[in-house]
């Protein structure tokens, strides 16, 4: 029974980082689009 709980914990860390990452890459994707727009005008 302690192992499903392990288990369980590890899956929900996974989604959880999964979803941070997500909010992070919405969140930044505008800041390196406007660096490549920078990037590509120079």
Known sequence: KSSEVIVFIMQLC???SCVLLLF??????????LLF???YEY
């Open 37 to 39: 727009i920078l990037i």
């Open 24 to 33: 992070l890459y919405l969140y930044c994707y505008p800041f390196i689009q």
């Open 14 to 16: 996974l989604l959880l």
